[in-house]
């Protein structure tokens, strides 16, 4: 491939493509040439923006135009037929998270762009926020010991979705982040939540993930709240690392507080009090290298097209999350029963490099527990 700009067209005008749109254009190693949506409305409006860009409310004279990739950014329902479309074009295809709207959609991407040999991507994008790299890097070095638990609220008075409820729309944010910081396969899922509106969809819910060995991951997202709250606790045996989103000069903080094991023999009455000590020390703010997480997936997705590299979020990744948000949904209809996973996950390369990351198989089935 020439060292010319990658021609990057965007399928979807709506809340989410117009920041793909621009991002595309200030990348060094991509521009964006066109955009297709169904809404005139729409269209004229990004038109306006991005003058350069070419117009197109009809897929079919959208792929016919000279592109090396797509990325769309649709509702959920429509990635799969979509996706399909432009791999099969021959274009290297970017797609909104969730990947599919079922694991058999992911999986025949997968299959598809392989057969092609085609980048296939998620655009998870708080996979290249700097503090979440840097999170990353934290637990890869040990610092923290022993990972307890991950705790996460994302709470908002929100953009409420007609085709998927709260726990698709925010909860891969969480189980994307928690599968690249910890690499780790879950064991089993349960889920809680309800409806404040006739639609039916869920507006709140929460999430727990048991990932064996004493580690388990707590998702509270909702569509209700009154207060903005984007807040991630890594809990660790030594340290524990909190991420606030909304904490633009100081989002990650590691704290040297918690509790110590006593040993040895102790009288009975003594055993409360002997047992647990607690430990409070420093609280430090790591320097932070400030970027904007849309850029650096984008010049992700070039260097992968380019180079011919497995992205972070590929298909695979996208596959883990959508199963797992599968079992979430089974586990609301069934009044928060729990959900267990069962098959064969490997998480690939965990030496902090966040560049590329190994082809990693999956293969998930689930039932109840």
Known sequence: MSDQRLKIGIIGAGYWGPNLVRNFCTCPATEAVAVCDANAERLAKIG?????????KSVDEFLEHPLDAVAIATPVSTHFQL?????????????EKPLTATS???RTLIELAARMGK?????HTYLFNPAIRKIRQIVDSGELGEIYYVDS????????????NVVWDLVPHDLSIVDYVLGLEARSISAWGCAHTDSGVEDIAYVNVDFGDRMLASFHVNWLSPVKVRQMIFAGSRKSVIFNELNATEPVKVYDRGIELGHGDIREEDRRKMLIQYRSGDCLSPFIEPAEALQGMAAHFAHCIRGGHTPVSDGLLGLRVVEMLESANRSLRSQGARIALSGQMNHGNRNGKTEASQVRPVKFSAHRA
């Open 119 to 123: 980048v296939l991507m998620v655009d």
């Open 48 to 56: 306006r923006q991005f003058q350069h860009l070419k117009l197109f």
């Open 83 to 95: 996706a399909k479309r432009c791999l099969e074009a021959g274009k290297h295809v970017l797609v």
């Open 104 to 106: 058999e959609e992911s």
């Open 153 to 164: 609220v994302r709470i908002n008075l929100g953009l409420f979705q007609h085709d998927i």
